[in-house]
């Protein structure tokens, strides 16, 4: 039985149908990745042509331009999408995957006369916006945020650092977290949006071995002063409404390095069998047809592994322990398979002309980015054991 014949079992007939439309949609942009890979222009182009797919509004209410109310796309689907355009195009899985998650974020929990200029705009694929959590000193250790947010007239005033925010050179606005009350802890953070041209933002880029076209870059906020309609949910309330979106992010991950790292494993298998050396295929001696064997299984395991995470999600059913699982297991299963390719493609593999040298360094991106493997573990383990045991 084959991965496809498979995949039309465990999916419903629309998912599977949205899987075609989605491939159809991405093919053509498979020989769009190595030029990005290499530039440090925001592929706005894609962006847009994701717009237009309604790619970007997966989750998104009709009237903002989306593809449903939010909750109304499941997210398996929106799996499904992502795990599809990152094996056409790594970078495509990466506009869709944020700007899905800020898209119903945003719906939830901003106001609407905010909510009605900034949406369709980023569902069209005209802008996009970033999440700033982590900082110089906090990064996994949510309750040591520095950044502080204190009540004024009208509003907040916000001061602090961000530091390795994905898309900072680029992005319209920043869905910031900040203190509000240091006595409280995790229940202490609250949520704002803040647009780009706010008066007391500063910026750095950062130059990078992997993301090249999406930057990442810190933000200063000196004084920002934000008024009271862009917090987003209640003062305090971030944990509940803004991070609870976090188990479906990691499980979007899991499919991304999982698409990109089929993509190298199949370019592979097609080397192999036009490789010829001793007289026959390379393929055909068990040193090259093994390693292909382990990685497709462990690509197959992660791949369900993420469906799964997301489906439990869909049945609103705890997730958190499946997630961290696709988070730290995935990234290194599919780092693994891609390292493999480069041996098993030879010298050719080693240049920037294949594109496995770019997918390694993207996909060894999610070692560290939205939390590191030892995090995630951490969470497993107090789920399994329990947080008296594991601190």
């Given at each position: 039985m084959s991965v496809a014949t498979r995949r039309v079992l465990l999916l419903d007939e629309e998912q599977d149908e949205f899987r075609s439309s989605v491939k159809a949609f991405a093919r053509p942009f498979t020989e769009t990745y190595l030029p990005l890979a290499h530039s440090d222009q925001f592929p706005w182009e894609e962006n847009r042509a994701l717009g237009r797919q309604g790619l970007l509004g997966l989750g998104v209410s009709e009237r903002f331009g989306g593809q449903g109310a939010t909750g109304g796309v499941d997210r398996v689907s929106v799996g499904v999408a992502v795990e599809e355009l990152a094996y056409a195009n790594f970078y495509l899985s990466m506009l869709v995957f944020p700007s899905v998650m800020n898209g119903r974020l945003l719906e939830a929990h901003l106001a609407p006369e905010l909510a009605e200029h900034w949406l369709p705009r980023l569902v069209r694929g005209e802008l996009t916006a970033?999440?700033?959590?982590?900082?110089?000193?906090?990064?996994?250790?949510?309750?040591?945020?520095?950044?502080?947010?204190?009540?004024?007239?009208?509003?907040?005033?916000?001061?602090?650092?961000?530091?390795?925010?994905?898309?900072?050179?680029?992005?319209?606005?920043?869905?910031?977290?900040?203190?509000?009350?240091?006595?409280?802890?995790?229940?202490?953070?609250?949520?704002?949006?803040?647009?780009?041209?706010?008066?007391?933002l500063s910026f750095q880029t950062f130059q990078d071995a992997g993301w090249r076209p999406l930057g990442r870059g810190a933000i200063g906020y000196q004084d920002v002063f934000v008024p009271d309609n862009q917090v987003l949910g209640p003062v305090g309330g971030a944990f509940r409404t803004v991070m609870r979106g976090f188990d479906f992010g990691r499980a979007l991950i899991g499919l991304t390095v999982v698409g990109a790292a089929r993509r190298a494993l199949d370019m592979t298998v097609e080397h192999v069998r036009e490789r010829y050396a001793f007289g026959g295929p390379i393929?055909?001696?068990?040193?090259?047809?093994?390693?292909?064997?382990?990685?497709?299984?462990?690509?197959?395991?992660?791949?369900?592994?993420?469906?799964?995470?997301?489906?439990?999600?869909?049945?609103?059913?705890?997730?958190?322990?499946?997630?961290?699982?696709?988070?730290?297991?995935?990234?290194?299963?599919?780092?693994?398979?891609?390292?493999?390719?480069?041996?098993?493609?030879?010298?050719?593999?080693?240049?920037?002309?294949?594109?496995?040298?770019?997918?390694?360094?993207?996909?060894?991106?999610?070692?560290?980015?939205?939390?590191?493997?030892?995090?995630q573990k951490t969470v497993i383990a107090r789920q399994l054991i329990g947080r008296r045991y594991t601190g």
């Amino acid at each position: 039985m084959s991965v496809a014949t498979r995949r039309v079992l465990l999916l419903d007939e629309e998912q599977d149908e949205f899987r075609s439309s989605v491939k159809a949609f991405a093919r053509p942009f498979t020989e769009t990745y190595l030029p990005l890979a290499h530039s440090d222009q925001f592929p706005w182009e894609e962006n847009r042509a994701l717009g237009r797919q309604g790619l970007l509004g997966l989750g998104v209410s009709e009237r903002f331009g989306g593809q449903g109310a939010t909750g109304g796309v499941d997210r398996v689907s929106v799996g499904v999408a992502v795990e599809e355009l990152a094996y056409a195009n790594f970078y495509l899985s990466m506009l869709v995957f944020p700007s899905v998650m800020n898209g119903r974020l945003l719906e939830a929990h901003l106001a609407p006369e905010l909510a009605e200029h900034w949406l369709p705009r980023l569902v069209r694929g005209e802008l996009t916006a970033s999440f700033a959590l982590t900082e110089p000193a906090a990064g996994s250790d949510v309750a040591n945020l520095a950044t502080r947010a204190r009540r004024v007239a009208g509003g907040w005033r916000i001061s602090g650092e961000k530091t390795s925010i994905t898309s900072a050179p680029h992005a319209s606005a920043f869905i910031t977290m900040a203190v509000t009350d240091p006595e409280r802890g995790a229940g202490g953070i609250t949520a704002f949006f803040v647009p780009r041209d706010s008066h007391g933002l500063s910026f750095q880029t950062f130059q990078d071995a992997g993301w090249r076209p999406l930057g990442r870059g810190a933000i200063g906020y000196q004084d920002v002063f934000v008024p009271d309609n862009q917090v987003l949910g209640p003062v305090g309330g971030a944990f509940r409404t803004v991070m609870r979106g976090f188990d479906f992010g990691r499980a979007l991950i899991g499919l991304t390095v999982v698409g990109a790292a089929r993509r190298a494993l199949d370019m592979t298998v097609e080397h192999v069998r036009e490789r010829y050396a001793f007289g026959g295929p390379i393929a055909g001696q068990q040193g090259v047809s093994f390693p292909v064997a382990e990685h497709a299984t462990r690509l197959e395991a992660a791949t369900w592994l993420s469906y799964r995470a997301l489906a439990l999600g869909d049945a609103d059913l705890p997730h958190t322990k499946e997630a961290a699982m696709v988070k730290w297991w995935a990234p290194e299963v599919a780092i693994d398979t891609v390292r493999d390719c480069v041996v098993l493609n030879g010298h050719g593999a080693f240049t920037e002309e294949l594109p496995f040298q770019a997918l390694l360094r993207d996909v060894s991106a999610f070692q560290l980015a939205d939390g590191t493997a030892q995090i995630q573990k951490t969470v497993i383990a107090r789920q399994l054991i329990g947080r008296r045991y594991t601190g």
